[in-house]
């Protein structure tokens, strides 16, 4: 992992300690189990997740250390909710419910003014958006919320990423053993409050663009957990490929978000 930059008043971020996959599993067996000291070995074991994912909110104005205790809060909430019964990495869960917990924060202390006519298309696509699921049992696409108001399908983007905190899906905000995690991961974990849907329908129709291989490769990494080695071992190929191939695909799908 490379060094943090960031620096917290009070804290050493040099010496932080950092826990393998299988020790945390072993903290969490522990904890579960009752035993004293499991949870804040496991915070103190992942402070630098936290730290790795402030890095990213550090052009927003505020302090290292209110992001850090914010971050913080967020990670105790991940490890007290996490299920080990999951297949999937510890990491990949808390990433974004830091994430979330921080963006609360700023949206909280840092109010962006949206303009009526914006709020008024935004709660409009909200509501057509129930009334579609509700009349066809699945979610719609933007494009058909579009044709539902009459409006521009740019218009409604727009309109709906005004009444949310910006965050870009493809940027990498902490490496898990040389495997990036991307904002994009929070779309699989349905237990994060702050998931974003929006971002879920676009990268739906994204998805959609693509050709089959690409998308059996981001739907494996984001939708279902795994990481790029054990994608490269389902699918018979190098973990060298898959990580060309996940940035390939990555960066066409920019192109339709």
Known sequence: ???????????????????????????????????????????????????????????????????????????????????????VRFSTYAVPMIIGEIRRYLRDNNPIRVSRSLRDIAYKALQVRDQLVHRYSKEPTLTEIAQELGLPREEVVYALDAIQEPLSLFEPVYHDDGDPIYVMDQVSDEKNQDHSWLESLAIREALGKLNRREQLILTMRFFHGKTQMEVAEEIGISQAQVSRLEKAALNHMRKFI
Do not use: Y
């Open 1 to 87: 992992m490379p060094v943090n930059k960031v620096e917290i008043p009070g804290v050493n971020t040099a010496k932080l300690p950092v826990l393998s996959n299988a020790r945390m599993r072993e903290l969490f067996a522990e904890m579960q189990a009752g035993r004293a000291g499991a949870r804040e070995e496991l915070i103190q074991g992942n402070l630098r997740l936290v730290l790795s994912v402030i890095q990213r909110f550090q052009n927003r104005g505020e302090h290292s250390d209110d992001l850090f205790q914010v971050g913080c809060i967020g990670l105790m909430k991940a490890i007290d909710n996490f299920d080990l019964g999951q297949n």
